[in-house]
């Protein structure tokens, strides 16, 4: 999985508008804050809101 700090650093979550970060173990990118995760399919960001997953756990 390859994306570049750059896009990263212009990226925010959809929902809230917050921060996300790369999380390369479940393959996205996290909102901590609506504890969403945004799948990173062929090397795009899938940066939908009825697409993201809800994050397991506490």
């Given at each position: 999985m390859?994306?570049?700090?750059?896009?990263l650093d212009i990226l925010a979550c959809p929902k809230c508008k917050g921060t996300i970060h790369l999380n390369e173990t479940q393959n996205g990118l996290i909102c901590e804050q609506c504890r969403l995760l945004y799948e990173i399919r062929d090397d795009i960001p899938i940066?939908?809101?009825?697409?993201?997953?809800?994050?397991q756990g506490g």
């Open positions: 390859t994306i570049s700090q750059d896009l940066m939908l809101i009825e697409e993201a997953k809800p994050l």
